[in-house]
């Protein structure tokens, strides 16, 4: 499966910024997703995942309740709603995939991933 992550941008603190993960070559509803995210100097990390049906989700604890995850299997695309962002959340925003029911949290754990997009959120 290939991926494209889209939507990115500049963002005060406070905002809010949906960003989408496209999915193409497979059949997206076989694949769990993750989202990580990496701010500059510092490793990628995660952010949560979604289970391939959407039914699971699971969230950093620095982004409960101000993000969620969520996709559309019809349109084999999967998003990262963020809100009440802050500048902490500056990071380059990476989706990812594998070919199982439930997400895991590290890199390692995906087989797939797409380009990053840069989300700036400003003081």
């Known amino acids: 499966v290939q991926l494209q992550a889209s939507g990115g941008g500049l963002v005060q603190a406070g905002g809010s910024l949906r960003i989408s993960c496209a999915a193409s070559?497979?059949?997206?509803?076989?694949?769990?997703v993750g989202w990580f995210r990496q701010a500059p100097g510092k490793e990628r990390d995660i952010v949560g995942s979604?289970?391939?049906?959407?039914?699971?989700?699971y969230y950093t604890d620095s982004v409960k309740g101000r993000f969620a995850i969520s996709r559309d299997n019809a349109k084999n695309t999967a998003y990262l709603q963020m809100n009440s962002l802050k500048p902490e959340d500056t990071a380059v925003y990476y989706c990812?995939?594998?070919?199982?029911?439930?997400?895991?949290?590290?890199?390692?754990?995906?087989?797939?991933w797409g380009q990053g997009t840069l989300v700036t959120v400003s003081s």
């Open positions: 979604i289970a391939w049906i959407g039914r699971n989700t």
């Open positions: 070559g497979d059949t997206f509803s076989r694949y769990a």
């Open positions: 990812a995939a594998r070919r199982t029911a439930l997400g895991g949290i590290k890199e390692y754990d995906y087989d797939y």
